[in-house]
């Protein structure tokens, strides 16, 4: 059975920075394209970042370009998410999810990834 969990959450300060890590196990991880979500109250599921199997790809969402950063370590089955110049509305649960038959379109929508990860919370005061 596939297993994604997350770490990292926390709270932090506006302006502050953390990483997110994501750990895959019960698969083969380096066939997993990945992707980071968050989910804020009330609100739908959003794409955070994306990266290619190869780390050769990385898209991301809008309103985190430019201060988020996502990488893999393929030896350490591990996905990170590194947030840096955080806002209040960065708060959110981040969720990582591994997206085995990836083709190279719709990174950004969630049902297209088959595994996730139990969120971690980040919260980030004003």
């Known amino acids: 059975q596939v297993q994604l969990v997350e770490t990292g959450g926390g709270l932090v300060q506006a302006g502050g920075s953390l990483r997110l890590s994501c750990v895959v196990s019960?698969?083969?991880?380096?066939?997993?394209?990945l992707g980071w979500f968050r989910q804020a109250p009330e609100q739908e599921r959003e794409f955070v970042a994306f990266?290619?199997?190869?780390?050769?790809?990385?898209h991301y969402g809008d309103s985190v370009k430019g201060r988020f950063t996502i990488s893999r370590d393929n030896a350490k089955n591990t996905v990170y998410l590194q947030m840096n110049s955080l806002k209040p509305e960065d708060t959110a649960v981040y969720y990582c999810?591994?997206?085995?038959?990836?083709?190279?379109?719709?990174?950004?929508?969630?049902?297209?990834?088959?595994?996730w990860g139990q969120g971690t919370q980040v919260t980030v005061s004003s």
């Open positions: 019960g698969g083969f991880f380096s066939s997993y394209a």
């Open positions: 990266i290619s199997k190869s780390g050769n790809e990385t």
């Open positions: 999810a591994a997206d085995p038959y990836y083709t190279g379109n719709y990174y950004f929508v969630p049902v297209e990834y088959d595994y």
